[in-house]
């Protein structure tokens, strides 16, 4: 697995509305799709866009005057390397100190045998 430095919020925000939207996005598809939540100025979107393709999760084409945006990571991805990181920090790489964490945190019974039934199936 690739490891991948954590995003800030704003940047994970840009890109689970990139992740839940089919390719390629624009800015303005982008403001359109978080109308109702957190409002952003144009130029702070852009400027996380911007970012986001410096920092390698995106690819921008430019089509006339206007950029679209594609991801390069998948948000599966992303996911795998930042729980990786957290089970490594917080929980010294032991799954086992984690899944404590989880029972003591007040995991529902049914939370839990959904976890099993998963790893019986080899879904995990």
């Known amino acids: 697995m690739k ?12 890109m689970k509305l990139v992740w839940g939207t089919e390719p390629p996005v624009s800015r303005h598809d982008i403001e359109s ?20 393709c410096d920092k390698g999760f995106l690819a921008v084409e430019k089509r006339g005057r206007v950029n679209y945006y594609s991801p390069l990571i998948t948000e599966r991805e992303y996911l795998a390397s930042a729980s990786r990181t957290i089970l490594d920090k917080l929980y010294g790489g032991s799954l086992a100190s984690f899944a404590m964490a989880l029972c003591d945190s007040g995991i529902k019974k049914e939370e839990i045998e959904e976890l099993k039934d998963m790893l019986e199936r080899g879904d995990l």
């Not at 490891?3 to 840009?14: D, Q």
């Not at 799709?33 to 986001?52: K, N, V």
């Open 3 to 14: 490891k991948m430095k954590r995003l800030p919020e704003s940047e994970f925000a840009i």
């Open 33 to 52: 799709a978080m109308e109702g939540s957190r409002h952003l100025a144009s130029t702070t979107i852009l400027t996380l866009l911007t970012r986001l």
